[in-house]
């Protein structure tokens, strides 16, 4: 077997298990977000979905899968628990009962930094309890 053979094949070793692990595990733990009905604040919705690694990122891109996690919807005193997967930004919530749910992204018209809402099926909409860390923009003397 030639030199360059061998670095090729040690490469190949290395580098498919690290990649793989990059994409399906690795992952930096879960991002817990709420969301507040507009107009009842007694209904809260805690979306629980993995915090993916960039090379997970990459594969979700290429690949087209969905982001999964689970959820928690709270209205007054009852508690509906399932599983939420999130497709192009808006997200399925599936309750532990089958029943199924969509909320949508909703660009509030004030909102420049992004989606700040959700939009449920029946129009209701559900703004963002803990706002997303903008970005800070600095300029740098070179």
């Not at 990059?22 to 009905?37: L, N």
């Not at 979306?47 to 690694?53: A, C, M, N, Q, W």
């Not at 969509?102 to 099926?121: C, M, N, T």
Request: positive net charge; proline residues 3%.
């Amino acid at each position: 077997m030639t030199k360059s053979r061998q670095v090729f094949l040690a490469a190949i070793v290395i580098l498919v298990p690290a990649l793989l692990s990059g994409c399906h595990g690795g992952g930096s733990g879960t991002e817990s977000v709420k969301w507040v009905k507009q107009g009842d604040s007694s209904q809260v919705l805690e979306l629980r979905l993995p915090v993916r690694s960039v090379l997970g990122k990459v594969h979700q891109v290429v690949f087209g899968q969905r982001l999964k996690g689970s959820y928690v919807l709270k209205n007054g005193t009852e508690k509906s628990e399932g599983r939420v997967t999130q497709d192009n930004g808006d997200f399925t919530l599936t309750s532990d009962d089958g029943k199924t749910q969509r909320f949508q992204r909703y660009q509030q018209s004030s909102s420049v930094e992004g989606p700040s809402a959700l939009k449920d099926e029946y129009g209701g909409i559900w703004n963002r309890e803990d706002a997303p860390a903008l970005a800070k923009r600095a300029l740098h003397k070179w």
